[in-house]
């Protein structure tokens, strides 16, 4: 996830355009990339952009990616326009294909071992049953953790049928590994989804 810079908001459409990985016939292919998502989250600190791709045969160069978030950031373009991001888990959906949701939140402070911890215990001690959740849920899932100079935070991936809904079916559910799960996000968070669901997030693509 990147910050967008004052009054770059409205270059959007066509910065987005240029990051599209298949986009051979205008030069910008991004070799390796076989999926890609682009969405705006609009916080208390300004608009965010997350980028979500996966890859096919290893990520490569990215000069398109680069200069994108460049001209989105204010930045160079010269160093790292991002911090880096570390993936704490990926779940495979339960069916193939999907559409995907992504957003991102912040950590308390002094939360980020303990999240580390929450996504090994997902797929550790509580694997079993997280795995239940998510076929009931009808979403896969991955966590990633960026570290920035504002905060850790951790941008979450869903894939499904109806991947937006699926925070707000785990809120109201009354199973007890959903309630758990609940109290982990808002301990980790402190965003209580029986109360409050993540922003509205706009696809961009």
Known sequence: MVPVAAGKERELPRLVEALHPNAVANGRDTPGA????????????GAQVIVYREWGRGPGDTPDLMRALAALTGLDGTGDVSPPVEQLLHELPPSAGGELHAFAAP??????????????????IHAQEFTESLRRLGVGVTLFLQRTPHGDLVVTVLEGPAPEAALARMATSELPFDRWHVQQIADLHGMDLRQMLPPVIERLR
Do not use: C, D, H, Y
């Not at 076989?34 to 600190?45: D, K, N, W």
């Not at 950590?107 to 550790?124: D, I, N, V």
């Open 107 to 124: 950590l308390r402070p002094g939360k980020t071992a303990r999240m580390r911890e929450f996504a090994s215990e997902l797929s550790g």
């Open 34 to 45: 076989i999926r890609e998502a682009v969405f705006l989250q609009r916080t208390p600190v």
